[in-house]
C-alpha cells in the first residue's frame, strides 16, 4: 500500500509559510554611543544551614521572582544514572503537609509559576502573593513527600521517553558525544539506559535528595517588588528547618581532548539526517582575560543568522535549515562547540565546511568585530530587563568569582576586545586542531565521504562502545527488484486480492505534544487522494486531488496544490507501488540494510526509499523527499502491527517522523473499497 504521509508533514510545513513574515533585509542602523550600566546590588546574608540569600529590591512592576541554584560539581550515579531526575520529579509532588492535589490546587490559585530542577527551583508570582508562594516553594524543598508510587510512575515516564529517543539522531549524539568527552562511567559522561532507571528504588531517590538537594553552597536570589527586612524574615522563617548535608564531593575526572583532530562517528541507521558535532573542552573562565575575546569570536563564527557558520552551510551551500556554535564557560565543563543537522548526502561536505569555518576563525574583518560588539551590547541591555537574568550576575558574580564591577563593565569590556585578541583567545579555547568531529548518522550512506576528508574515522554503537564499520550487506543472486515486489505482494495477501483493492479508506490517531491529532485518508487508484487532519477537534489540514487536479487547505486559507505536487501524486496510479517495481525503470534494488533493528531489503526510487523485512517480506517502512518553505528534506515513516483487512494485511502503527519529532499514529479503522469520486471533489 502507498502511504502518502509526507503530506502530513506539510501541513506543519505549510501553515508555517502562510503565516511567514516578510523579512525585513535593510541596512542595520549604525550603533549609537555605548550607554552606563547600573545594575542594583543584592543585599545578602547567609543563613545557619549555609544558604547564601540574596535580595535586590525592584519596585517598577508588582512582580516577584524567585529562584535557587546549587553551586556543586557533578556526581556520578553509577548503576541508577537518572536517579537524580526522578527525585527532582517528585518535587512539588505534593509534601509532608499537604497533598499532590492539595499543593496544586494552591499554586492555580494565585496564579504563580512553580518549577524544580535537580539543581534548584524558581517561582513567578505577583508581590501580594509572595509570602504564600515562597512558602509553598520552601514546603516543597524542605519537606518533599516522596512515594514509591510516585517514583514508579516517573520511573514509567522516562523509560518512555528513552524509548523515544532510541532512533532519534539527535538525542543519541548528545550522549555519545559526552560519554566519548568524559568517558561514558564518569559523572559527565554516564547517561540513562532502561536498566539503570529500573534500578531506582524509593530509598535511592531520597538518599540523593539529602546528600544533594542542600543548603550547602546553595543560592536563593529575590528580585521584584519586596522590601529587603520583609524578605529576610520570611525566608529564615520558611528555610530554617532546611538542613545541611555536609556531603564531601568526590574530585572531577580527569578529561581532555584529542591529541590530533578526528571524525567519530555513531551509526544511526534510520537516520535520513547527519548530526554534526564540531567541538572541544577548554579551561575558560568568566573571570578569564579571554573571555569577552573567546565570545566575540563564538559569535562571528556561528552565534546567530548572520554568522559565517550559518552564511555557509544555509544560505550559501543549503546543507542545512541551521548551523550554530557555543562558548560555555561553565564553573566545571568549560567547552566549545558547533552543530547543525545536515542532509546525509552533503555530510562530508558539511563537515569540511565546518573545519574550514573553525580554522577561519582566527582572522577577522574589522566590520564582523564592530557588528559582534553591536549585537553582544544589546543582547546584554535587552536582557536586564528580566529579573531573572539579575539573579543570574547575582549567583554568577559569587559561583565565578567574578570582580564586583564585572557586569557594570560588561560592555566596556567588550569595546576593549580588538582583532589580536580574538587572535589569541581562540588558540586555547576553539583548537581546531585538536578537534572532535562527532557525527550520527546513517553510516552506511556518509562513511565513503568521511574517510576521505583526511582525518581518522573510529565508530561507535549507540551506547558509546566501539564498534566495527557498518557496511551494507551483499545480496544473494537470486534476490532481485521482482523477488523483493513479489514477496511482499505474497506476504500481504497476494495479487488477487491485493487487485481487488481500489480504494482504502483509514482513519487514525496520535499525540502531539499532548493534543490529539486526526487523520482521515482517501486513497484510490489513479493517483487520487483526500486527507483531512484535525488537531483538537479542529481542521488543521486538508488535501484533495482527483488525478488532475487539487488543492490545499491550512489555517482557513485555501490554494491549489502546487505543480509538482500534483504530478507526484499522480504518477502514483496503483495503491501498492510494488506492482510497478518491475515495470519501472526508476526502482532499483540498492541492498540490505538494518531497519528497526531488523535486515531489510532496499529500494530506491527517484525520491523514495522502501524498506522490506529480509525475513518476512513485510514493508518496514519508506524515506520520502519533501518538498518544505525552506528546501527538501528527508520524512520517514515506519509500518507495523499489520492486520487483515478484507484479505489484505494493512499496518496498524504508522510512525512518522516530522521535522525531528516522532509521531506515531494508531489506526483505529480501515475500508477497502468505498470511495467513490464525490470524495475527491
Known amino acids: 500500500m502507498k502511504y502518502n504521509f509526507k503530506y502530513i508533514a506539510a501541513a506543519f510545513l505549510v501553515s508555517g509559510m502562510l503565516s511567514a513574515q516578510k523579512i525585513n533585509k535593510d541596512e542595520m542602523p549604525k550603533p549609537g554611543p555605548t550607554p552606563t550600566i547600573n545594575i542594583a546590588k543584592p543585599k545578602t546574608f547567609t543563613m545557619k544551614n549555609g544558604l547564601t540569600v540574596m535580595v535586590v529590591e525592584n519596585n517598577k512592576l508588582p512582580r516577584v521572582n524567585v529562584s535557587l541554584s546549587m553551586d556543586r560539581p557533578p556526581y556520578y550515579e553509577g548503576k541508577i544514572v537518572g536517579v537524580s531526575q526522578i527525585m527532582a520529579d517528585q518535587l512539588g509532588n505534593g509534601t509532608t503537609t499537604m497533598t499532590k492535589e492539595q499543593f496544586n490546587q494552591k499554586i492555580d490559585f494565585l496564579g504563580a509559576n512553580l518549577g524544580f530542577s535537580s539543581a534548584g527551583a524558581s517561582a513567578n508570582t505577583l508581590s501580594k502573593y509572595f509570602p504564600q508562594v515562597l512558602g509553598l516553594m520552601a514546603d516543597a524543598i524542605v519537606n518533599p513527600k516522596f512515594s514509591a508510587t510516585e517514583v514508579q510512575n516517573s520511573k514509567d515516564r522516562m523509560i518512555e521517553g528513552l524509548k523515544a529517543d ?82 564531601q564531593f568526590a574530585p572531577l575526572e580527569p578529561a581532555s581532548n584529542v591529541a590530533k583532530t578526528e571524525i567519530n562517528v555513531v551509526d544511526v541507521p534510520t537516520a535520513v539526517q547527519s548530526v554534526v558535532s564540531v567541538g572541544n573542552i577548554n579551561n575558560l573562565k568568566m573571570n578569564n582575560p579571554q573571555y569577552f575575546p573567546s565570545v566575540i569570536a563564538n559569535y562571528i563564527l556561528g552565534g546567530g543568522g548572520e554568522a559565517r557558520l550559518f552564511m555557509n552551510l544555509r544560505e550559501k551551500n543549503g546543507f542545512t535549515y541551521g548551523a550554530y556554535s557555543n562558548m560555555s564557560a561553565s564553573k566545571y565543563s568549560p567547552s566549545f562547540s558547533a552543530n547543525a543537522s545536515v542532509r546525509n548526502e552533503v555530510t562530508d561536505k558539511a563537515v569540511k565546511e565546518f573545519m574550514n569555518e573553525v580554522k577561519g576563525i582566527s582572522t577577522v574583518k574589522p566590520d564582523e568585530l564592530a557588528n559582534a560588539k553591536a549585537k553582544l551590547k544589546g543582547d546584554f541591555i535587552r536582557s536586564l530587563e528580566r529579573p531573572e537574568t539579575i539573579a543570574r550576575f547575582a549567583v554568577n558574580e559569587k559561583v565565578q568569582n567574578l570582580p564586583a564591577d564585572f557586569y557594570t563593565n560588561y560592555l566596556k569590556s567588550i569595546d576593549k576586545v580588538t582583532a589580536a585578541d580574538v587572535s589569541e583567545a581562540v588558540k586555547s579555547t576553539i583548537m581546531p586542531n585538536q578537534t572532535r568531529i562527532f557525527v ?196 520517514p515513516t515506519s509500518f507495523s502491527d499489520y492486520k487483515d483487512v478484507s484479505g489484505v494485511q494493512l499496518p496498524y502503527k504508522i510512525s512518522q517522523n516530522m521535522g525531528g519529532m516522532d509521531v506515531d499514529f494508531t489506526v483505529k479503522s480501515y475500508q477497502i473499497n468505498q470511495a467513490t469520486d464525490s470524495d475527491f471533489k
Open 166 to 247: 532510541e532512533k532519534n539522531a539527535s538525542s543519541i549524539a548528545d550522549r555519545v558525544s559526552n560519554a566519548l568527552t568524559y568517558g561514558k562511567n564518569t559523572s559527565r559522561g554516564e547517561f540513562e539506559t532502561e536498566a539503570t532507571i529500573k534500578n531506582i528504588q524509593l530509598a535511592d531517590v531520597q538518599n540523593i535528595y539529602n546528600k544533594y538537594y542542600a543548603p550547602d553552597n546553595a543560592y536563593l536570589v529575590v528580585v521584584g517588588d519586596v522590601k529587603f527586612n520583609d524578605a529576610k524574615k520570611l525566608i529564615e522563617k520558611a528555610f530554617s528547618g532546611w538542613k545541611k548535608s555536609n556531603t
Open 440 to 635: 550520527a548518522g546513517k553510516a552506511a550512506d556518509i562513511s565513503e565521504g568521511l574517510e576521505k576528508l583526511g582525518y581518522p574515522v573510529t565508530y561507535y554503537d549507540k551506547d558509546a562502545n566501539p564498534a566495527a564499520k557498518p557496511s551494507t550487506q551483499k545480496i544473494d543472486a537470486n534476490v532481485t527488484l521482482a523477488t523483493v515486489a513479489d514477496k511482499y505482494i505474497a506476504a500481504i495477501g497476494g495479487l488477487a486480492a491485493v487487485q481487488k483493492v481500489n480504494s482504502i479508506t483509514t482513519d487514525a490517531s496520535a499525540k502531539v505534544q499532548g493534543m490529539d491529532l486526526d487523520m482521515n485518508m482517501i486513497q484510490a487508484k489513479g493517483g487520487k487522494m483526500r486527507m483531512e487532519i484535525k488537531m483538537m477537534g479542529n481542521s488543521f489540514q486538508k488535501i484533495v486531488f482527483d488525478g488532475k487536479e487539487g488543492s490545499m487547505e491550512a489555517q482557513g486559507q485555501k490554494m491549489p496544490l502546487p505543480d509538482d505536487a500534483k504530478k507526484e501524486l499522480a504518477k502514483s496510479t496503483e495503491l501498492f507501488p510494488e506492482l510497478n517495481f518491475a515495470k519501472s525503470p526508476e526502482y532499483k534494488l540498492a541492498g540490505i540494510e538494518k531497519f528497526a533493528n531488523e535486515d531489510a531489503y532496499v529500494v530506491k526510487g527517484e525520491k523514495n526509499t522502501y524498506y522490506y523485512s529480509v525475513k518476512t517480506g513485510m514493508k518496514l517502512g519508506e524515506v520520502k523527499m519533501q518538498k518544505g518553505p525552506q528546501g527538501e528534506m528527508a520524512v
